[in-house]
């Protein structure tokens, strides 16, 4: 079993439409999470952190965090376009490397 | 300065040569990571750095990888008698540390490396 799974997709949605992507994790002591966006041929550049249960907002950008589920999601209202890259979801335990998914590549449709 | 900088941005060279990658940290930042990606594979630990304590190497896929941090800033990675399978875009992070696992971390460019 892979240690952060995300679905690799694509997942499509048409502009200004919510995309919603979703990660699961094996290791009940994770601690921090955190959402990466990666364009093609580009370094990742982060996008949101969450380490509590609940709800993150940030902007057009909501995290939701479930311990008890380990299941971290990222929500994109109104999706653009220039939103159109993969996600990675990663995870720290007890360490302080970051263990990543390979990615959720989403596509916003015109 | 800005954020992490890496060089070269591209290498390549011929299997069995030794290379050095080069990363330079944002100001302030404390803790220093490596990571590889290769092509169409998930990011993969290599090795982490935090302060004067000693490097986690548990991530190096075997003894032709080293890595140093002088001055607890610049790090260089080490790659020698290289293969081929070595051949993807090494990436260089850094964070805020003291041993933190919440704190962000922020990646540089990447190196993309290419063994002939």
């Known amino acids: 079993q892979k240690e952060v799974e995300q679905n690799s997709g694509p997942l499509s949605v048409p502009e200004g439409a919510i995309a919603s992507l979703n990660c699961t994790y094996s290791?009940?002591?994770?601690?921090?999470f955190f959402w990466y966006r990666q364009y093609s041929g580009k370094s990742p550049e982060l996008i949101m952190f969450?380490?509590?249960?609940g709800d993150k907002e940030d902007g057009r950008f909501t995290a939701q965090l479930n311990k008890a589920s380990q299941y971290v999601s990222l929500l994109i209202r109104d999706s653009q376009p220039s939103d159109s890259a993969t996600y990675l979801c990663?995870?720290?335990?007890?360490?302080?490397?970051?263990?990543f998914g390979t990615g959720t590549q989403l596509k916003v449709e015109l | 300065g800005a954020g992490v900088s890496q060089s070269p941005s591209n290498k390549v060279t011929e299997k069995g040569k030794d290379v050095e990658l080069r990363c330079d940290p944002i100001?302030?930042?404390?803790?220093l990571y490596w990571y590889r990606q290769s092509l169409g594979q998930g990011l993969e630990f290599l090795i982490y750095?935090?302060?004067?304590?000693?490097?986690?190497k548990s991530g190096l896929p075997s003894d032709r990888f080293s890595a140093e941090r002088t001055g607890g800033s610049v790090s260089t990675l080490t790659i020698q008698r290289t293969q081929q399978e070595d051949s993807a875009v090494y990436l260089c992070?850094?964070?805020f540390g003291a041993g933190n696992s919440n704190q962000p971390q922020h990646f540089g460019d990447g190196t993309r490396l290419s063994i002939l």
């Open positions: 100001s302030g930042h404390t803790a």
């Open positions: 990663a995870v720290t335990g007890g360490g302080n490397k970051l263990t």
């Open positions: 992070a850094s964070s």
């Open positions: 290791d009940r002591g994770s601690q921090s």
């Open positions: 750095f935090q302060g004067n304590s000693a490097p986690d």
């Open positions: 969450i380490y509590s249960n």
